[in-house]
């Protein structure tokens, strides 16, 4: 399994960003996908997941309305839309999927908000 994300970049408050995840190794449409972050001295986080078929999606309350999660299975990758970021979104991303009882991590993106 290897998960590939990329997008990360300084920006603005008030700016966007699109995060994505190239996955490998095993059947991506039929599991679904996950986006983490972690912000210098806390714990990782959850952001965002997708069902396999990309039907259901949900969000952390912080990001919900501001940050969209997709995904072609056709790439085999997974996005993260963030929109109207702010200073409290800096964190490095990751994504996640769980295949058979073990958890896979990419390597991150970081992600920077500051003007």
């Known amino acids: 399994v290897q998960l590939v994300e990329s997008g990360g970049g300084l920006v603005q408050p008030g700016g966007s960003l699109r995060l994505s995840c190239a996955a490998s190794g095993f059947p991506f449409s039929s599991f679904r996908m996950t986006w983490y972050r972690q912000a210098p001295g806390k714990e990782r986080e959850f952001v965002a997941v997708i069902s396999s078929a990309g039907s259901i999606t949900n969000y952390a309350d912080s990001v919900k309305g501001r940050f969209t999660i997709t995904r072609d299975n056709a790439k085999n990758t997974v996005y993260l839309q963030m929109n109207s970021l702010k200073p409290e979104d800096t964190a490095v991303y990751y994504c996640?999927?769980?295949?058979?009882?073990?958890?896979?991590w990419g390597q991150g993106t970081q992600v920077t908000v500051s003007s």
């Open positions: 996640n999927v769980r295949y058979y009882m073990n958890d896979y």
